[in-house]
């Protein structure tokens, strides 16, 4: 192993090459991938969405549960959960009434790269993994983000707390969605 290599867990390994792994301190070749991956974020929410070298430590941390799934040994995706407290801060934060009860991930941020979305499993298996993930590990809900009207097809017990008509940079109204696991 390289000094520079992340340090992981391997939560799950698929029989077509695709690895999911749950970062714990992200390596430097990782690190560059994760980057260069983050650039198709851009034009969907602006050039602040992106990762950058100063501000990747922000997503990986100690305080983070960052999901990456690979295929062949390339980062092709990843999700990233954060306990929502992490966030108490953030006027957002404040809508949600279970704000302190440590029983809720944030999904902070979620990304498949284009040539590997909606085909092979890979985006809906890296998000499985995930939530089931957050429900072993005794969180009872999964809250995030989403373009308005996309948070309707995840479960029927999936219900939209607040619509925030305003978010960064995107177009689009967002709504802030809340899915008991
Ligand atoms: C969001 C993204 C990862 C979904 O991957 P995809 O291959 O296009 O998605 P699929 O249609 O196969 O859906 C995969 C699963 O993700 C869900 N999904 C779609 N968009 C989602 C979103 N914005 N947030 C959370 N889940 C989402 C789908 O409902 C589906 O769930 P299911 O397995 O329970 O049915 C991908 O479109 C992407 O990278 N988009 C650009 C970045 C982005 O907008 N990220 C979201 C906000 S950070």
Same mark, same amino acid.
């Given at each position: 192993?390289?000094? &520079?290599?992340?340090? #992981?867990?391997? +939560? =799950? %390994?698929?029989? !077509?090459?695709?690895?999911?792994?749950? *970062?714990?301190?992200?390596?430097?070749?990782?690190?560059?991938?994760?980057?260069?991956?983050?650039?198709?974020?851009?034009?969907?929410?602006?050039?602040?969405?992106?990762?950058?070298?100063?501000?990747?430590?922000?997503?990986? &941390?100690?305080?983070? #549960?960052?999901? +990456? =799934? %690979?295929?062949? !040994?390339?980062?092709?995706?990843?999700? *990233?959960?954060?306990?929502?407290?992490?966030?108490?801060?953030?006027?957002?934060?404040?809508?949600?009434?279970?704000?302190?009860?440590?029983?809720?991930?944030?999904?902070?941020?979620?990304?498949?790269?284009?040539?590997?979305?909606?085909?092979?499993? #890979?985006?809906?298996?890296?998000?499985?993994?995930?939530?089931?993930?957050?429900?072993?590990?005794?969180?009872?809900?999964?809250?995030?983000?989403?373009?308005?009207?996309?948070?309707?097809?995840?479960?029927?017990?999936?219900?939209?707390?607040?619509?925030?008509?305003?978010?960064?940079?995107?177009?689009?109204?967002?709504?802030?969605?809340?899915?008991?696991?």
């Amino acid at each position: 192993m390289n000094k &520079n290599d992340s340090i #992981y867990q391997t +939560i =799950a %390994e698929a029989s !077509n090459s695709l690895k999911i792994k749950l *970062i714990k301190q992200l390596g430097d070749d990782d690190k560059n991938q994760i980057i260069e991956l983050s650039k198709e974020l851009g034009p969907i929410f602006g050039n602040d969405a992106i990762l950058t070298i100063s501000n990747i430590d922000k997503y990986f &941390n100690k305080n983070t #549960y960052p999901f +990456i =799934a %690979e295929f062949n !040994n390339h980062i092709i995706g990843f999700i *990233i959960g954060v306990p929502l407290e992490v966030f108490s801060e953030e006027s957002w934060s404040h809508y949600d009434i279970n704000l302190g009860k440590n029983n809720t991930i944030y999904t902070y941020i979620y990304l498949m790269k284009k040539n590997y979305r909606k085909q092979g499993g #890979y985006s809906k298996t890296l998000k499985m993994i995930y939530l089931n993930w957050c429900k072993k590990n005794n969180y009872n809900y999964v809250t995030g983000h989403v373009k308005s009207g996309i948070s309707k097809k995840f479960s029927n017990s999936t219900k939209v707390v607040k619509i925030f008509p305003k978010w960064y940079n995107s177009k689009y109204p967002f709504e802030y969605y809340r899915r008991p696991l």
